[in-house]
C-alpha cells in the first residue's frame, strides 16, 4: 500500500526502517546491507530524505551517520502511515495464504 504513494522502491525502504525504528543510526553501507540495495542509490536517497529535514546526519571520522530527526514536521504521521501500511500487509497475507 506505501507503494502508491512512495514510489521509489529504495525511498520507501529508507523511511520504512527509520520510521519503524526512530532511534536507528546508521552510515550508507550499513543501510545498503540491511536493505539489500545498491549503496549509491541509498546515498542519494538519504541525501533527499535530509534535505527535507526526515533526516539527519553528523560526521564520525570520515563516515556519515544518519538518524531520524523525530522533530521532523509530520514524522508521527509517517510514523503512524508505516505501521499502518504493514499491519494492512500482514493482515492481507494472513487472510490470503497460499497453496503450499
Do not use: C, W
Request: charged fraction near 30%.
Amino acid at each position: 500500500m506505501l507503494d502508491v504513494f512512495i514510489t521509489s522502491r529504495v525511498r520507501r525502504k529508507i523511511i520504512v526502517v527509520y520510521a519503524k525504528y526512530p532511534d536507528f543510526r546508521t552510515h550508507v553501507r550499513g543501510l545498503a546491507k540491511l536493505i539489500k540495495e545498491d549503496p549509491g542509490n541509498i546515498q542519494r536517497e538519504l541525501k533527499r530524505l535530509e534535505k527535507v529535514g526526515f533526516l539527519t546526519s553528523e560526521k564520525q571520522g570520515n563516515t556519515k551517520i544518519y538518524s531520524t530527526n523525530k522533530h521532523f514536521t509530520i514524522f508521527k504521521e509517517l510514523q503512524s502511515i508505516v505501521i499502518k501500511s504493514q499491519q494492512a500487509q500482514a493482515n492481507r497475507k494472513r487472510s490470503n495464504p497460499t497453496d503450499a
